[in-house]
């Protein structure tokens, strides 16, 4: 591949010469914005770091997101961008895009002549399009993992240069050139692919009791203000059900449901789940979105749950997630315009009901990929040792 580097930067050192003798690369992971972009990048990273120790990660994110918090408690570096979206809500608030986007490559371009990577990923996110736009000027590899059926329009681009594209399922062909996808499906934590919890210990990691049925309330890390609203409403009703409740609120608007969950004994709140391996153990069912990240989870978890896909998603491919479940009996689903309706319904009857529970949980493991981020790992370090 050509090098098109400016004549007048800096010329980079060699794996050898960096290492002091010792082969070495260094690998840039871009993207972020979600707990879906950002723990799968974790993974992939673990991974590189189990078959080569040496390799050098440095994860380039968006300032004021989720990544600059996540990223270091996982022990790797992380730079952040000054870029954001397009907001579709307010067109005033996108005047100010184009500087941003623009400041964004200067910062890369600075990234890049202090780190000299070998390789840049894509995960996924505002930061990932202007990483992986100036690895392909410069000539770098670059790999893109697309965790969604339908492919983001910014990684449809980014496609076209890529070296790989790692995708989850058959039929990408239609978004990337057939000859550089790798079916890999998603990458899962670790901590959950491998967890070894017992519920026991995650009931009392979460102050709750052993006999109970428990329910894990999630709508991602930002939240999902319907299913907030339904358990808002019924957090009371738990108790006399004899139920429990582990509730993610996420961040949007927090306060006001935690503050409702805060006299329940039998309710456990937060605006953020940093142990998902324990929610998961003490779990007996599950209501979430069905982003693709979570999907795998809960696969890998075997978890019966009741999906309540995000309406606005692209292409509505969280419904096609969902529904591609519910089809094979391994998992339940409530329209998201349904959900005052219908939802606590569905949850009370599935916590009682463990002839079901079992059903699902066995149908919806059949789909667990524990190896994904192996997969990839495996791949990119292939490639650029080329």
Same mark, same amino acid.
């Given at each position: 591949?050509?090098?098109?580097?400016?004549?007048?930067?800096?010329?980079?050192?060699?794996?050898?010469?960096?290492?002091?003798?010792?082969?070495?690369?260094?690998?840039?992971?871009?993207?972020?914005?979600?707990?879906?972009?950002?723990?799968?990048?974790?993974?992939?990273?673990?991974?590189?770091?189990?078959?080569?120790?040496?390799?050098?990660?440095?994860?380039?994110?968006?300032?004021?997101?989720?990544?600059?918090?996540?990223?270091?408690?996982?022990?790797?570096?992380?730079?952040?961008?000054?870029?954001?979206?397009?907001?579709?809500?307010?067109?005033?608030?996108?005047?100010?895009?184009?500087?941003?986007?623009?400041?964004?490559?200067?910062?890369?371009?600075?990234?890049?002549?202090?780190?000299?990577?070998?390789?840049?990923?894509?995960?996924?996110?505002?930061?990932?399009?202007?990483?992986?736009?100036?690895?392909?000027?410069?000539?770098?590899?670059?790999? $893109?993992?697309? !965790?969604? @059926?339908? %492919?983001?329009?910014?990684?449809?681009?980014?496609?076209? *240069?890529?070296?790989? &594209? #790692? +995708?989850?399922?058959?039929?990408?062909?239609?978004?990337?050139?057939?000859?550089?996808?790798?079916?890999?499906?998603?990458?899962?934590?670790?901590?959950?692919?491998?967890?070894?919890?017992?519920?026991?210990?995650?009931?009392?990691?979460?102050?709750?009791?052993?006999?109970?049925?428990?329910?894990?309330?999630?709508?991602?890390?930002?939240?999902?203000?319907?299913?907030?609203?339904?358990?808002?409403?019924?957090?009371?009703?738990?108790?006399?059900?004899?139920?429990?409740?582990?509730?993610?609120?996420?961040?949007?608007?927090?306060?006001?449901?935690?503050?409702?969950?805060?006299?329940?004994?039998?309710?456990?709140?937060?605006?953020?789940?940093?142990?998902?391996?324990?929610?998961?153990?003490?779990?007996? $069912?599950?209501? !979430?979105? @069905?982003? %693709?990240?979570?999907?795998?989870?809960?696969?890998?978890? *075997?978890?019966?749950? &009741? #999906? +309540?896909?995000?309406?606005?998603?692209?292409?509505?491919?969280?419904?096609?997630?969902?529904?591609?479940?519910?089809?094979?009996?391994?998992?339940?689903?409530?329209?998201?315009?349904?959900?005052?309706?219908?939802?606590?319904?569905?949850?009370?009857?599935?916590?009682?009901?463990?002839?079901?529970?079992?059903?699902?949980?066995?149908?919806?493991?059949?789909?667990?990929?524990?190896?994904?981020?192996?997969?990839?790992?495996?791949?990119?370090?292939?490639?650029?040792?080329?």
């Amino acid at each position: 591949m050509t090098d098109n580097r400016n004549m007048n930067e800096v010329k980079a050192p060699s794996p050898l010469e960096r290492a002091g003798g010792e082969v070495t690369k260094k690998i840039i992971i871009a993207g972020g914005g979600t707990g879906g972009h950002i723990f799968p990048a974790i993974a992939i990273a673990n991974a590189i770091k189990e078959m080569q120790p040496q390799t050098e990660i440095l994860f380039v994110g968006a300032t004021g997101k989720m990544e600059m918090e996540k990223v270091p408690q996982a022990g790797y570096k992380i730079k952040g961008l000054t870029i954001a979206g397009y907001d579709r809500s307010s067109l005033i608030k996108n005047i100010w895009l184009p500087f941003k986007l623009v400041k964004s490559f200067l910062q890369v371009r600075k990234i890049f002549k202090n780190f000299f990577p070998d390789a840049v990923i894509g995960v996924g996110g505002y930061s990932s399009f202007p990483v992986l736009k100036t690895a392909q000027q410069k000539g770098i590899k670059t790999f $893109i993992h697309e !965790s969604n @059926s339908f %492919a983001g329009k910014s990684n449809i681009m980014l496609g076209k *240069k890529a070296t790989k &594209i #790692f +995708v989850a399922t058959e039929g990408m062909d239609k978004f990337f050139p057939v000859e550089k996808i790798v079916v890999t499906g998603n990458p899962v934590r670790k901590s959950i692919a491998e967890s070894k919890v017992t519920k026991e210990e995650a009931l009392q990691f979460f102050g709750l009791a052993n006999e109970n049925p428990t329910v894990l309330v999630f709508g991602g890390s930002l939240g999902a203000k319907s299913i907030n609203e339904v358990m808002s409403q019924h957090v009371l009703d738990f108790n006399p059900l004899d139920l429990q409740l582990i509730w993610q609120t996420g961040k949007t608007t927090a306060a006001k449901y935690l503050e409702r969950a805060k006299p329940v004994s039998n309710v456990w709140a937060n605006d953020f789940i940093n142990e998902m391996d324990k929610a998961y153990a003490a779990a007996d $069912i599950v209501v !979430s979105r @069905s982003g %693709a990240m979570t999907v795998a989870e809960l696969c890998v978890a *075997k978890k019966p749950v &009741i #999906f +309540v896909p995000f309406p606005f998603a692209a292409e509505d491919h969280q419904t096609v997630n969902a529904k591609y479940l519910v089809d094979k009996n391994a998992a339940l689903m409530v329209k998201d315009e349904m959900v005052n309706a219908r939802l606590f319904s569905e949850i009370t009857t599935l916590a009682k009901d463990k002839a079901k529970q079992e059903d699902l949980s066995n149908n919806i493991s059949a789909f667990a990929i524990k190896n994904a981020d192996k997969k990839i790992a495996e791949e990119i370090l292939k490639s650029i040792g080329e």
